[in-house]
Every structure is written in structure tokens, then in C-alpha cells.
Nanobody, 117 residues
Framework: QVHLVESGGGLVQAGGSLLLSCAAS????????MAWYRQAPGNQRELVAA???????TYASSVKGRFAISTDNAKNTVYLQMNSLKPEDTAVYYC???????????WGQGTQVTVSS
């Protein structure tokens, strides 16, 4: 079982920055991919950013140039650096990993990000 603990959310003014962290109960190398999703009330959960072994990354077009996903392998942690935040970024952000051996998907509990205008 993989347990993901997310932190770093909060209230920030437009144009500000936040760093989200997702600490995993297992090595980063045990996952085939790591990603951040977000979901606003009434909306579908959408992919924000993903990173795979080797360091390749993908981003939603709405966050390209503003957000950056990265990992600290020694700390078994996935990060999402969010800059130039906009009110439209307001959502609950979820960390998601895929376990290499089973291909099972695990989700974090979510952390609220609220961007005021």
C-alpha cells in the first residue's frame, strides 16, 4: 500500500507562488509515473503536470511556463512549484502515483489552493 501525504496548499493572492509537496511511503523508483491533478467543485479532475522516470515532464497548457513538477528521490517526495498563480488555479490539488509492480493508482488526500483576485 502506498500512502501519499500532501502539503503546501493555502490562500494566496493572484501573482503569488506556492510549493506543493507530496511525500510518498516508498521510493520514487517504485513508481512508473508521478503527477499532480486538480479539481474544482462541479468540475472534472484534470491533469496539471506529470513526470516519468528519466525526468520527462508534461504540463497542461493552462499552466505551462508557470508550474514545474520535480522530485527529490532521497526524500521520496514529488513537488509542484506554482508561480504566477491565477484565480482560475483555485482547486483541490491531488498527488497521484502509479505503482510499477502492480500498475495500481494511488491518490493523495488533496490540498486546497485558493487564489484571490
Amino acid at each position: 500500500q502506498v500512502h501519499l501525504v500532501e502539503s503546501g496548499g493555502g490562500l494566496v493572492q493572484a501573482g503569488g507562488s506556492l510549493l506543493l509537496s507530496c511525500a510518498a511511503s516508498g521510493s520514487i523508483f517504485s513508481f512508473t509515473s508521478m503527477a499532480w491533478y486538480r479539481q474544482a467543485p462541479g468540475n472534472q479532475r484534470e491533469l496539471v503536470a506529470a513526470i516519468i522516470p528519466g525526468g520527462d515532464t508534461t504540463y497542461a497548457s493552462s499552466v505551462k511556463g508557470r508550474f514545474a513538477i520535480s522530485t527529490d528521490n532521497a526524500k521520496n517526495t514529488v513537488y509542484l512549484q506554482m508561480n504566477s498563480l491565477k484565480p482560475e488555479d483555485t482547486a483541490v490539488y491531488y498527488c497521484r502515483v502509479v505503482r510499477k509492480t502492480s500498475a495500481l493508482i494511488y491518490w493523495g488526500q488533496g490540498t486546497q489552493v485558493t487564489v484571490s483576485s
